[in-house]
């Protein structure tokens, strides 16, 4: 393997990298859900760079209805900018990843960030891919 990511990650659009990328740091405030869910996306889009090390940085989290409550309270008290991201990373696994209950977990996340953070109706799979799409081709 020549990439910590796996092997899924590579056929998406750069584009759709880079907002994933950006949303796997955690928020600078301590949090508990939302660290855990960033876990959660960590372990869906990489692969363990030392897994002799016996940590929990690459261990998911069992998500549950309330591990995702919990987080969407602690995502309506932290910057506006993390939230997006966190959002946004959460909707590119929803389109990208090839595991079916991976891509329904993310989707349901990200539209309930949508709806009860920023009071929006989230975009449809092909508005966002659009609207995310590469300007500019790459080799």
């Not at 989290?61 to 910057?79: F, G, K, M, N, R």
Request: aromatic share 10%.
């Amino acid at each position: 393997m020549s990439t910590v990511f796996q092997p899924w990650f590579a056929d998406m659009p750069w584009k759709m990298q880079s907002i994933f990328v950006n949303g796997l740091r955690a928020p600078d405030e301590k949090t508990k859900a939302t660290k855990k869910l960033v876990r959660w996306m960590r372990v869906a889009a990489c692969n363990d760079a030392d897994p002799t090390k016996p940590d929990c940085y690459m261990t998911a989290p069992t998500v549950s209805d309330e591990l995702i409550a919990e987080c969407v309270d602690e995502l309506e008290y932290l910057p506006c900018h993390y939230t997006h991201h966190f959002a946004d990373a959460m909707r590119v696994l929803a389109v990208y990843h090839p595991n079916a209950n991976v891509k329904q977990t993310a989707r349901d996340t990200h539209n309930l960030i949508a709806e009860e953070i920023f009071h929006f109706k989230p975009e449809t799979e092909h508005e966002f891919v659009y609207r995310h799409r590469d300007k500019v081709e790459h080799d």
